[in-house]
């Protein structure tokens, strides 16, 4: 038998085996390593703000510092972390298994990819250690401050533009893998639907990135030439600069999500031992929140000064796009009717991400709603509301998926008590962290500032000492699956009784996926 | 693996047929700035550009004579960039 | 075409290779898409300003150039053609015509901004600054679109060149050609802003 993918000794030894492999499940591990560390570091940075915060005035740090950290935290976590997140880590090393193929269409490209997000990566890190100060803008790089302040703004804002090259890329490779590299008898609707997200997912990698790649290089434009595009004493109109961001930056989030509603969509199916409910409305509702969300950047300038004629369309196409984030959610549930469910630590991951995904959806009608939207903008209801979607989404699918497939990547099982404690005190700790942050916004607590008012300071303990708990939950997820992929049980084929193809190979899977290409003559999820 | 698709040759006269056509229309469109069509003028250039594009992307391009998948990709993404267009519009135009 | 490192694939696809090339030229034209929109904007918010200063271009020149630039699409659309004849000395000579077409293209590019670098209006100088915000707008957005604009010729350029050296020594031959395919739908890509660059700076008086 071939040796699996871990053991394979190929031209290159030691590191490089890994760093020069084109084998899509050892890209898919690099990229989880990368992620995993950055998020870490992101991770610690949103718990150095909430320590700022568990007190008014000045606790840990001056305004300017905590200025440079939350732009920190939200670049390394939007950049380097959600946007890769689902679709690199575990698109790179499932959807060739899931649709059968032995890789993806292009190898050596899905290398270069993991190149360029390691280099874009570290030109945006560089900011915080040369020039003048590191970056104090905020993720968002708005116009005219961007190219106003002092500070080292013009390599984070290269960095972006770097990383989504990496983006572009990946997204291009998945695309044409799915196209081409389907196994006999897998028509496009017998494919499973983490892949179908993906599917999704990589048509926006593809046709929003270079909005932002653009208006990036403009910001580069401005700092370096002085063009004048949004600087108002040029005649430019920094509004625009918003419009040209969020066109990419609001499908962004759309990138962070899908695939995490695709994990969500796998994990549901197997511990329910029932095939998913509304296959197909899943899959249309996929492609309609990559076609819809697309055109409804305008809701994250409701307050910025735009016509009245453009608020109304941007508030109708953003309640128009919960629609099919409604029937996911109703079809989720709908497959745990009935079900003989199996109650194990993916699932749990699953169910609560159901749970904070649908808080984070109201809420977002709250923000969608023009009128709601005037009184809560640019407070810490919105931050309660984005980390429910964004981490609350992608975090939560992203722990889901890594328990769901951790004995597929590395042939082991972690250990289940210690995982399920993780979950718990992570939960726990999540809903004390961002749950008062909706109150705190709603009695008009601003976002983005180191010191409050007086009157905020309760619920802002409360969410400092939530934060604790959540990064402890965090500390004990991670040491688990860390040692048990050392030394935990040698895991079977399919320990879950799973029916998608990666199921059908061994744990780890063998170099090439498959001995032989298999011909699918049933729907991915049919148990017996 | 159908090799054989990527067999279709196009004629050097059909290139040459629409190189033609590409020069006229670009006559046609340096000719017309001379004629005062007060707002129509910007209506017009975008028109024969697009025009002029079609025919680029139909036969150079060789969308005519590729499956239907790359002319529905084709068609999504200008929608789409439209869309995008109309919908900024939505803001600039009723400021 | 693809070699694992750990193991040997051999795996050639050629409508994947063109399908790959489709959507780069999508994320390309998004790339100037984004562009366009802030063209239309400004545009938009100063009709008479860009009226002005699109007077202030050579139309003359710029005529030249797409006429430089649809003659080379045509020359390099027939080195596809020829070369799944298997005719290589006239897919060489269609590709070099065309490179020669792209080089004079560059060369009026660089007379044409020189003269307006020699002017004084180039983006944050004193010339453009004193003239109207329009001005401005207009002469940075000449200089952002045609610019990225020249950068893609550049690259095609070069990658024709290496075309040219595969069509010579035989890696891409009547049996084998989706990348001199592939660079076609680039060099075409090229072409296809030039259509709508020429029109909105040069022709809109």
Redesign the interface.
């Known amino acids: 038998m071939e040796p699996n993918y871990l053991e394979?000794k190929?031209?290159?030894k030691g590191i490089f085996a890994w760093i020069?492999?084109?084998?899509h499940k050892r890209i898919g591990l690099l990229y989880l390593y990368a992620v995993g560390a950055f998020f870490c570091v992101g991770a610690l940075l949103g718990l150095l703000m909430k320590l700022e915060l568990i007190a008014p005035d000045k606790t840990i740090m001056e305004a300017q510092v905590y200025n440079s950290v939350f732009t920190l935290h939200g670049i390394t976590m939007i950049f380097l972390v959600v946007i890769p997140g689902l679709p690199a880590v575990f698109g790179n090393f499932l959807l060739p298994i899931m649709i059968g193929a032995?890789?993806v269409?292009?190898?050596?490209l899905n290398l270069l990819s993991w190149w360029v997000y390691v280099f874009g990566a570290l030109l945006a890190l560089s900011s915080q250690f040369m020039g003048s100060g590191p970056p104090d803008t905020g993720w968002t790089f708005y116009a005219p401050y961007s190219f106003q302040t002092q500070s080292n703004v013009l390599p984070a804002v290269m960095g972006a533009f770097v990383l989504g090259f990496s983006s572009?890329l990946t997204?291009?490779?998945f695309?044409?893998t799915m196209?081409?590299?389907r196994a006999p008898g897998m028509g496009w609707f017998r494919m499973p639907l983490f892949p179908w997200t993906l599917y999704a997912t990589a048509w926006i990698q593809?046709?929003?990135?270079?909005?932002v790649?653009?208006?990036l290089l403009?910001i580069v434009?401005e700092r370096t030439?002085?063009?004048?595009?949004f600087d108002p004493a040029?005649?430019?109109?920094p509004i625009?600069y918003q419009?040209?961001f969020w066109?990419y930056s609001h499908p962004a989030v759309y990138i962070m999500i899908l695939p995490a509603m695709g994990a969500i969509s796998e994990i549901l199916p197997t511990f329910s031992k029932k095939p998913i409910f509304g296959y197909k409305a899943l899959v249309f509702s996929s492609l309609a929140i990559a076609l819809v969300g697309y055109f409804v950047w305008g809701h994250h300038m409701f307050t910025a000064g735009m016509s009245g004629t453009a608020l109304y369309a941007f508030s109708f196409l953003t309640f128009l796009v919960a629609i099919p984030s409604a029937i996911k959610v109703f079809n989720w549930v709908s497959t745990l009717y009935k079900a003989s469910i199996d109650m194990q630590t993916p699932f749990y991951w699953a169910t609560s991400f159901i749970f904070v995904f649908m808080i984070g959806g109201f809420s977002g009608l709250v923000l969608g709603a023009l009128a709601t939207n005037v009184h809560v903008h640019d407070t810490a209801f919105v931050v309660a509301h984005f980390h429910f979607i964004v981490f609350g989404g992608v975090g939560y699918a992203f722990f889901g998926a890594i328990h769901y497939w951790f004995p597929k990547i590395w042939g082991r099982m972690y250990d289940v008590k210690w995982a399920n404690f993780g979950w718990l005190t992570f939960f726990i700790g999540y809903l004390a962290l961002y749950g008062p942050m909706f109150y705190l916004g709603l009695v008009g607590m601003p976002r983005r500032y180191f010191d409050y008012l007086p009157e905020y300071h309760g619920p802002n303990i409360l969410s400092s000492l939530g934060a604790i708990v959540m990064i402890g939950g965090l500390a004990i997820i991670i040491t688990n699956l860390i040692i048990s992929s050392r030394r935990g049980e040698t895991a079977k084929a399919n320990p879950w009784g799973g029916s998608t193809l990666e199921w059908t190979v061994p744990s780890p899977p063998p170099?090439?996926n498959f001995e032989e290409i298999p011909v699918v003559d049933k729907n991915p999820y049919e148990y017996k | 693996?159908?090799?054989d698709?990527?067999?279709h040759?196009?004629?050097?006269k059909t290139?040459?047929i629409?190189?033609i056509n590409?020069?006229i229309l670009?006559a046609i469109?340096?000719a017309?700035?001379e004629i005062e069509l007060g707002p129509l003028?910007?209506f017009m250039?975008?028109f024969?550009?697009s025009v002029?594009?079609a025919l680029?992307?139909i036969?150079?391009?060789h969308l005519k004579f590729d499956n239907a998948m790359?002319k529905i990709?084709?068609g999504l993404?200008l929608v789409v960039?439209v869309i995008?267009?109309v919908i900024?519009?939505l803001d600039?135009?009723f400021r | 075409m693809?070699q694992?490192?750990?193991?040997a694939?051999v795996h050639?696809?050629?409508?994947?290779s063109k399908?790959?090339m489709?959507?780069?030229i999508?994320?390309?034209?998004?790339?100037?898409?984004?562009?366009?929109?802030?063209y239309?904007?400004?545009?938009?918010?100063?009709p008479v300003a860009f009226h002005l200063a699109a007077e202030e271009l050579d139309?003359t020149v710029g005529?030249i150039n797409?006429?430089i630039l649809?003659?080379s699409?045509?020359t390099i659309?027939?080195a596809t053609?020829s070369i799944?004849?298997g005719n290589k000395r006239l897919t060489l000579l269609l590709l070099s015509i065309t490179m020669i077409l792209a080089i004079i293209f560059m060369v009026n590019k660089y007379f044409e901004w020189g003269g307006k670098i020699s002017h004084g209006i180039y983006?944050?100088s004193q010339t453009l600054?004193d003239l109207?915000?329009?001005d401005?707008?207009f002469f940075?957005?000449y200089?952002?679109m045609t610019g990225l604009h020249a950068l893609h010729i550049i690259v095609g350029l070069v990658i024709i060149a290496v075309m040219f050296f595969k069509v010579w020594n035989g890696s891409i031959n009547n049996?084998y050609?989706?990348q001199l395919?592939n660079s076609?739908?680039y060099w075409?890509l090229v072409?296809?802003i030039w259509?709508?660059l020429?029109?909105?700076f040069y022709?809109?008086?």
Not at chain 3, 12 to 16: I, K
């Open positions: 394979y190929g031209k290159y020069f492999s084109t084998d032995k890789d269409a292009f190898p050596k572009i997204g291009l490779n695309i044409v196209h081409r590299m593809l046709l929003a990135t270079p909005i790649g653009i208006t403009m434009a030439l002085g063009i004048g595009f040029k005649g430019g109109d625009l419009h040209l066109i170099l090439e | 693996m159908s090799q698709e990527h067999k040759v196009v004629s050097y290139y040459t629409i190189l590409l020069l670009t469109s340096v017309v700035t003028t910007v250039a975008v024969l550009a002029k594009s680029v992307l036969y150079f391009m790359y990709m084709v993404v960039f995008v267009m900024t519009f600039y135009n | 693809e694992h490192s750990g193991h694939l050639r696809d050629d409508e994947a399908i790959g489709w959507l780069f999508f994320t390309e034209l998004l790339l100037f898409g984004g562009l366009f929109v802030v239309a904007v400004y545009r938009h918010l100063n139309v005529t797409t006429v649809l003659v699409s045509m659309a027939m053609s799944k004849l983006p944050n600054l109207s915000q329009g401005v707008l940075g957005l200089y952002a049996d050609n989706v395919e076609g739908l075409h072409d296809l259509i709508f020429f029109p909105l022709l809109i008086t």
